[in-house]
Structures are given as C-alpha cells and as structure tokens.
C-alpha cells in the first residue's frame, strides 16, 4: 500500500481557560486516511527547533505570543510531502509559513480524526492525566502542506498572534484586609498566575531530533516558574535555565533535547498593584475623660500593602469637640469567621476647644463591613489624667 506522509505541528492547552503550547510530530498512513494499518515514521527530520515565548501587559492584561522555528531536513534520496497541523486552544491568529510562504489551508474531517488520535496517544502524560485526551476543547486546528526534495532543508515557522494566557486561580479562605473592611470599593491584592504550557512529546515521531532553544520572555516585575513535566529520566538533572535582564524584560533561554520532558509548564505570576483605593469609614460611640462624650467619626482608609492601611478621619461630637487624624495601621487577613485584627498609630490634630497636636494608639477588630475600633491619645503637656480613650463601633465600605 503505497503510503502519504502525515505531519502533525501540535499546539494543545494543558489547562482551562489556558492557551498554548506546541510540538510537530509525523507519521505515514495510508492515502485515504481511513485507517490505522500501514502506519510508519517519517523519515524526514527536525534539525533543530527554536521556540520563543513572549509575555506583556497590554491594557492592564497579561497578553503572550508565541513564535516556533523548525529546521526540516530530508536525509532519504526521494522528495517527502507531508500534511500538517497546527492546534490551538483560545490562542489569537495563527499564521504557517514554508520558506517564509504562506502554507496554511483547510485541513479534512479524515485528517483532522487521524492527527487527533496522534495526539492523545503520544504521551504518556496526556493518556495519564486525561484518558479521554484534552481535544474535546481544542477548537483551532491549522492545517498546512510540506514538501521536502532529497537532500534538502525547509523551514517552517508557526506565530501566534498576541492571546492570554490561562487564569490558574487558587482558593482561598483568606481575604486581604483592605478587601475584607470595604467590599464596596477595596479591590484584592492578590497576585494573579496565569499559565502556559507547552508539548514536547510530538517532535518524537519524528525521523530524528535536535537540539530545542527555548527562550521564554516577561516583564521584569513578574516572576516566572520554568519546570519541565515527566522527563524521560526522572533521577536527570534538570536542565538549567540563564537569565538576563534586557529593555525592561527578563528573558530565561535554555537548550535541551527531545528526552527533557513531555511539556515545557510556564507559570507566570504577575503582582497586583500595592495600592487599594479602599473606601470609607463610619464610626459612632463615645470617649471617657475629662472631655468624654459623644463622638461620630467620618474618614477615607487605603491600603498601601495588602497589610499596610492609611486613613484620615474627623472625630466630633457635632458640637465643640474635633480632632482630625492621619493614621497608619498594620491589619492581618480575615478568613472565614476570624476577625481582621489591626494596630495602628496616628497623630491626632484636635481644633475644638483649642488647638493640640497628640499621640494615638488604635486597636481595630473588623469581621467584613463591621469592626470595633479603641483609640488612646494622649496630648503632649497634659497630664495622665487628660488620656482620652475613644470606643468606636465601625461601619466600612
């Protein structure tokens, strides 16, 4: 049976809504694509692969693009044609070039079955993890033609316009302090991590491999976990990766082979911003002392840290009693039925009755919008006696 060589260039997503990763792959079977029988390697081989990873923020979004380079070489004295695909999951435009040629066209329902079945079965890692395979998601599959004459070398390169990555969200019974005290206005200053994962497990039914230079770029305040999955020896020393820092980005670059792994995992995290605009704070209860009373309390608090709370509120008594304070406070998490505790300093400025600059200590308790806050502020030149102690009851929003 005479037998038509078939290529698989395989972009899969390793992780829902994640986008993106790649490898090529060949085998022979037969013409019409009806079956299994007659199935063989292809001869030609991948001299080498460049692979180039690169992520950015762009409208305050984690955007990447993706550009894979493939060396084909046919060592055998017959010309090889082979079709191939390109797959992709939630990715941006994919465009294929031979030679710097526009290759790309329209891929048949008997080739699409046969590269899927190429798919699910060359890894073990993809049969292990999803028996069923990770195609029922995959929705972009590219194909393209490729001939090689005897002797010769072609490339192929495969780009991936900009797409974002995929949202790896952790669970958590934590809520930041500033998040925790204004629901309303306070965004959370977690970290996000977004992944991207990309197979080396196809390039193995190829006649041959060579070496693969993978280089990964990102913004420098990002961080990013570089680890490669299943490698063919486990006790093998991993590869290990260079940095450098160039332009406002960090790039990693390593070069392995076929045998340092099934996929390449790219885990990014990318901070969230330090400032939390917050929101406001709405206190009614009373001072002991000397000047003791009523007292309402109005004021805007901010996170500058996810721990790190600025505030700035009016106390009076709405009648001969103010006092304006600034005041910093360092505040824990709240989780589940456990309160946000704080403790703070602050410099009271009291106008009314007279003019006085003083000393504050606070202690806060916050469960979501409702929290207890105690004051103690003392005025420099007055004596123990003048300690004004203030119990709030505390609305934040």
């Known amino acids: 049976m005479r037998c038509k060589p078939f290529v698989l260039l ?51 979004d ?36 031979v030679d710097g040629v526009a290759a790309s ?26 028996p069923q395979g990770r195609l029922g998601v995959i929705e ?44 309303l206005f306070a965004k959370e200053q977690e970290d996000h991590r977004y992944g991207v994962n990309y197979f080396l497990a196809p390039i193995r039914t190829w006649g041959g491999v060579g070496a693969i230079t993978i280089e990964v770029y990102h913004p420098v305040g990002w961080r990013a976990d570089l680890a490669f999955d299943q490698p063919a020896d486990p006790e093998a020393k991993a590869p290990r990766w260079t940095s450098k820092v160039s332009d406002g980005e960090r790039f990693h670059t390593v070069t392995v082979g076929q045998e340092a792994g099934d996929a390449l995992s790219i885990r990014l995290s990318v901070p969230a911003p330090s400032f939390n605009p917050g929101g406001v704070l709405l206190g ?29 509120a009016a106390d009076s008594n709405l009648s001969d009693w103010l006092a304006v304070t600034p005041t910093v406070e360092v505040a824990s998490p709240m989780a589940l039925i456990f309160p946000s505790l704080g403790l703070g300093v602050g410099v009271p400025v009291r106008a009314l009755p007279d003019l006085q600059v003083g000393v504050r200590g606070q202690l806060s308790v916050v469960l979501g919008p409702v929290g207890f806050v105690l004051d103690l502020d003392l005025y420099p030149g007055e004596d123990a006696q003048k300690l004004q102690t203030t119990l709030l009851g505390q609305l934040s929003f």
């Open 284 to 312: 009614l209860g009373g001072a002991f002392g000397q000047e003791g009373g009523g007292r309402l309390r109005l004021g805007w608090e901010v996170a500058a840290m996810p721990w790190l709370l600025v505030s700035v």
């Open 62 to 97: 984690p955007s990447c693009e993706i550009e894979a380079v493939y060396t084909i070489n046919n060592p055998t004295e017959v010309a090889q044609e082979v079709v191939a695909a390109f797959y992709g999951d939630q990715l941006g435009e994919v465009t294929i070039k």
């Open 105 to 130: 066209r329209a891929l048949s329902a008997a080739e699409v079955e046969a590269l899927d079945g190429l798919v699910r079965g060359v890894s073990v890692g993809l049969r292990e993890s999803q």
């Open 10 to 60: 395989s972009f899969l997503s390793a992780m829902a809504p994640a986008a993106a990763s790649a490898n090529i792959a060949a085998f022979f079977t037969p013409t019409s694509l009806s079956g299994p029988d007659a199935i063989a390697r292809t001869p030609l081989v991948v001299v080498d692969e460049r692979l180039s990873i690169r992520c950015r923020e762009i409208a305050g």
């Open 140 to 183: 972009q599959r590219q194909g393209f033609d490729l001939r090689v004459d005897a002797g010769q070398t072609r490339q192929v390169m495969a780009t991936v316009e900009p797409f974002k990555p995929g949202l790896h969200e952790v669970g958590s019974y934590a809520t930041s302090a500033a998040k925790a005290r204004h629901l």
